[in-house]
């Protein structure tokens, strides 16, 4: 029994991430933990973490190291680290911060409620690392943490062997879900008035490979179409090499599909690229650029771009901006190359020093705040569709404005009349008044606003929960028991 204690879910990295803290909510609420509200410490507080970039660890050790002292002052306090850098550390968690309680990895979400038990009853650290995924994600509870955008995973893990990455590793081999559980979960969305749906996964349009249909992605795209209530569709991550026309024509066929494309780069150095093992070059990532403005001339397009890869030179890095200034990004995730401990290229000689790496840095950042200024610029005096949502807009507030996001991604902060009665989940057409590098202006009155049904969830103070979609992967025979309730 929990007594009804109270949890807090803090979460490192990507929408990955943030989605398996929906998950780890969601099995907790099933276990009867209750969501901490207020400044009040809660009884157990679980960091879901990512080991991408090389300060990872050192944010949560320093994380836990400030939350040591208020666990010693709260007899019965629990602390579990889960994600990706709980699977890479495992044991080596604890020996660092042995106030800890439990450890637990990717693959073994599902067994939260019962280590914190376990560690509960026997006084003693629980660490369970798995080394493959023993059910689909999706199986289990998920409470959202928005009425009107939710995330849904079409596939696990990675094939590719990216120098760089460590996630494969920690995430494991790509395990793809049936397009009728995928459906399922976003029909079940839709039906609690959820209006923008993304589809997630590591490596999105390679999605199909495990049951053998290079075109499943595209298809999936098309039949998000046919779900009633349902407007937006969004999806990330893509991978330049799987990428195919037959996507394009369905994002640009598919009305409810947002014309809005997340597409890495990485470098615009073939040599690089080689490097990295990334199975592309810039003549062909920027063809798929051209076809999908083609298709789409209004499509937002952003990217990840490393700086500093190991062996990068002045003329690699001028590749890269020239590929840059080429596809017209509207925005871009960059990142300062770090070692990742356990992928090839921490181990690759040639490191690019601090001082060069911070010096190109900041000449790609104000090469993309140029061109992405300038991008946004083009849609002065445009009339746009906004999602109004919470959180988006720091400084809404002080301001008077409301934020959403346009139907191409676009960050817009928008005029409202008080009286008017606009909650996050509504729908808003606006004019765009002023233009900056990453957000746009709507200071006028109001085109139109529709309320929702996501609206009303919001205002209504409703949650969405879902419940464990089953037979997420592909098996043969019966199906295996499912796990029980730990009510």
Same mark, same amino acid.
């Given at each position: 029994?929990?007594? *009804?204690?109270?949890?807090?879910?803090?979460?490192?990295?990507?929408?990955?991430?943030?989605?398996?803290?929906?998950?780890?909510?969601?099995?907790?609420?099933?276990?009867?933990?209750?969501?901490?509200?207020?400044?009040?410490?809660?009884?157990?507080?679980?960091?879901?973490?990512?080991?991408?970039? +090389? *300060?990872?660890?050192?944010?949560?050790?320093?994380?836990?190291?400030?939350?040591?002292?208020?666990?010693?002052?709260?007899?019965?306090?629990?602390?579990?680290?889960?994600?990706?850098?709980?699977?890479?550390?495992?044991?080596?968690?604890?020996?660092?911060?042995?106030?800890?309680?439990?450890?637990?990895?990717?693959?073994?979400?599902?067994?939260?409620?019962?280590?914190?038990?376990?560690?509960?009853?026997?006084?003693?650290?629980?660490?369970?690392?798995?080394?493959?995924?023993?059910?689909?994600?999706?199986?289990?509870?998920?409470?959202?943490?928005?009425?009107?955008?939710?995330?849904?995973?079409?596939?696990?893990?990675?094939?590719?062997?990216? &120098?760089?990455?460590?996630?494969?590793?920690?995430?494991?081999?790509?395990?793809?879900?049936? #397009?009728?559980?995928?459906?399922?979960?976003?029909?079940?969305?839709?039906?609690?008035?959820?209006?923008?749906? &993304?589809?997630?996964?590591?490596?999105? *349009?390679?999605?199909?490979?495990?049951?053998?249909?290079?075109?499943?992605?595209?298809?999936?795209?098309?039949?998000?179409?046919?779900?009633?209530?349902? +407007?937006?569709?969004?999806?990330?991550?893509?991978?330049?090499?799987?990428?195919?026309?037959?996507?394009?024509?369905?994002?640009?066929?598919?009305?409810?599909?947002?014309?809005?494309?997340?597409?890495?780069?990485?470098?615009?150095?073939?040599?690089?690229?080689?490097?990295?093992?990334?199975?592309?070059?810039?003549?062909?990532?920027?063809?798929?650029?051209?076809?999908?403005?083609?298709?789409?001339?209004?499509?937002?397009?952003?990217?990840?771009?490393?700086?500093?890869?190991?062996?990068?030179?002045?003329?690699?890095?001028?590749?890269?901006?020239?590929?840059?200034?080429?596809?017209?990004?509207?925005?871009?995730?960059?990142?300062?190359?770090?070692?990742?401990?356990?992928?090839?290229?921490?181990?690759?000689?040639?490191?690019?020093?601090?001082?060069?790496?911070?010096?190109?840095?900041?000449?790609?950042?104000?090469?993309? +705040?140029?061109?992405?200024?300038? +991008? *946004?610029?083009?849609?002065?005096?445009?009339?746009?569709?906004?999602?109004?949502?919470?959180?988006?807009?720091?400084?809404?507030?002080?301001?008077?404005?409301?934020?959403?996001?346009?139907?191409?991604?676009?960050?817009?902060?928008?005029?409202?009349?008080?009286?008017?009665?606009?909650?996050?989940?509504?729908?808003?057409?606006?004019?765009?008044?002023?233009?900056?590098?990453?957000?746009?202006?709507?200071?006028?009155?109001?085109?139109?606003?529709?309320?929702?049904?996501?609206?009303?969830?919001?205002?209504?103070?409703?949650?969405?929960?879902?419940?464990?979609?089953?037979?997420?992967?592909?098996?043969?025979?019966?199906?295996?028991?499912? #796990?029980?309730?730990?009510?």
């Amino acid at each position: 029994m929990t007594d *009804n204690r109270t949890f807090r879910v803090i979460t490192y990295g990507c929408q990955m991430n943030a989605h398996d803290s929906e998950r780890i909510s969601g099995l907790l609420e099933e276990a009867g933990y209750v969501s901490a509200t207020g400044d009040g410490e809660p009884d157990v507080v679980v960091f879901n973490t990512c080991a991408v970039r +090389e *300060n990872a660890d050192n944010r949560l050790y320093g994380n836990l190291g400030h939350l040591r002292p208020t666990k010693l002052a709260h007899p019965g306090m629990q602390i579990a680290v889960g994600g990706c850098l709980a699977q890479k550390d495992r044991g080596e968690i604890v020996k660092k911060a042995p106030w800890v309680d439990v450890v637990f990895g990717t693959h073994n979400i599902g067994s939260l409620p019962v280590l914190l038990e376990r560690a509960r009853h026997n006084a003693a650290a629980e660490v369970e690392i798995l080394e493959s995924l023993e059910v689909f994600p999706s199986t289990l509870p998920t409470r959202r943490e928005s009425t009107y955008a939710g995330w849904v995973s079409i596939s696990v893990g990675c094939n590719n062997t990216c &120098t760089f990455c460590i996630v494969p590793a920690l995430r494991g081999k790509e395990k793809d879900r049936r #397009p009728g559980d995928i459906l399922a979960e976003v029909r079940a969305l839709a039906a609690e008035g959820v209006l923008e749906v &993304t589809l997630l996964g590591q490596n999105v *349009n390679s999605y199909g490979v495990e049951f053998g249909d290079r075109y499943a992605f595209g298809k999936l795209l098309r039949a998000c179409g046919e779900i009633d209530g349902l +407007e937006r569709v969004r999806f990330t991550s893509p991978h330049p090499k799987d990428f195919t026309d037959d996507v394009i024509a369905a994002m640009a066929e598919t009305p409810n599909v947002c014309h809005s494309l997340h597409m890495p780069l990485q470098s615009g150095s073939d040599a690089v690229l080689r490097a990295m093992r990334r199975s592309y070059r810039a003549e062909k990532y920027l063809g798929i650029i051209d076809k999908v403005r083609a298709a789409m001339p209004d499509a937002a397009i952003t990217t990840d771009i490393i700086v500093g890869f190991p062996g990068e030179t002045d003329a690699d890095f001028e590749q890269t901006l020239e590929v840059v200034r080429a596809a017209r990004y509207s925005s871009a995730f960059t990142f300062q190359y770090s070692k990742r401990p356990g992928t090839p290229a921490a181990t690759m000689d040639e490191q690019v020093p601090k001082p060069v790496v911070q010096e190109r840095y900041e000449r790609l950042i104000a090469t993309l +705040e140029e061109i992405s200024w300038a +991008e *946004n610029k083009r849609l002065v005096g445009s009339t746009l569709e906004v999602l109004a949502a919470v959180g988006e807009g720091r400084k809404d507030t002080a301001t008077g404005r409301l934020s959403g996001r346009a139907r191409d991604g676009r960050l817009v902060h928008f005029a409202a009349d008080p009286d008017a009665g606009i909650r996050p989940g509504d729908i808003v057409h606006t004019t765009v008044t002023y233009a900056a590098p990453h957000h746009l202006n709507a200071d006028g009155p109001l085109v139109a606003h529709r309320r929702t049904r996501a609206g009303d969830a919001w205002e209504a103070g409703r949650v969405t929960r879902t419940p464990g979609v089953s037979l997420g992967m592909p098996s043969i025979g019966s199906p295996p028991p499912q #796990p029980a309730s730990h009510c």
